[in-house]
């Protein structure tokens, strides 16, 4: 049987799984997606603790829900960035970076028209968990392609040493499994 974290976060607990990242070292899987409760919460949790935004940008991926679910609440607009090129785009700005659970280096896309609705905007960067800052650094390398200003990187979880960073928001720390 699979070890399992329990975690609580946003007053829901959910019980994580285990999952190897080498010989060394597992994480627990924080998995949002279908998990309605758990990113309605999370989300409302986030909102209290974040300055005051404009525009949230979030990449492509796990943080989705969680960046359209605070855009609901806050009735702000979200621009998530893609992992590559859509035909849709017309002028793709494209930036790489390398995320603890993917073994790949990553490619983060946006199109210009994104970056002009940044333009003079305060930006709020989300993801759903924060480790070792890849994609946020991506992220932030997107949003500086703008006119507009990273008012607060924030995540529902910090995994391991992102716990000890001053420059992040976050609702709880995430530890890591040493083996």
Same mark, same amino acid.
């Given at each position: ?7 609580? $976060? &946003? ?9 190897? $990242? ?5 994480? &627990? &899987? ?9 990113? =309605?919460?999370?989300? /409302?949790?986030?909102?209290?603790? =974040? ?7 979030? @990449? ?11 855009? !609901? ?24 970076? !390398? ?5 790949? $280096? ?28 890849? /994609? ?18 924030? &995540? ?12 992040? $928001?976050?609702? @709880? ?7």
């Amino acid at each position: 049987m699979r070890q399992t974290f329990s975690l609580t $976060v &946003a007053g829901v607990t959910r019980d994580l799984p285990l999952c190897p $990242v080498n010989d060394k070292l597992d994480i &627990a &899987a924080f998995i949002m997606f279908g998990d309605v409760e758990l990113t =309605v919460a999370c989300a /409302s949790e986030l909102l209290k603790k =974040v300055p005051e935004f404009d525009v949230i940008l979030t @990449a492509e991926a796990k943080g989705i829900p969680l960046a359209y679910e605070m855009s !609901r609440q806050s009735g702000k607009l979200y621009i998530p960035a893609r992992k590559g090129p859509k035909l849709y785009m017309e002028e793709p700005v494209v930036v790489e970076d !390398r995320s603890i659970t993917t073994e790949a $280096v990553q490619r983060l896309v946006i199109d210009k028209k994104d970056l002009a609705a940044m333009d003079g905007k305060r930006i709020l960067i989300v993801d759903d968990v924060i480790s070792t800052g890849g /994609s946020l650094h991506a992220l932030e390398t997107l949003a500086a392609k703008s006119s507009g200003t990273v008012v607060a990187k924030a &995540a529902v979880l910090a995994e391991g040493e992102a716990a000890d960073r001053g420059d992040i $928001v976050f609702l @709880a720390p995430l530890p890591l499994f040493f083996k």
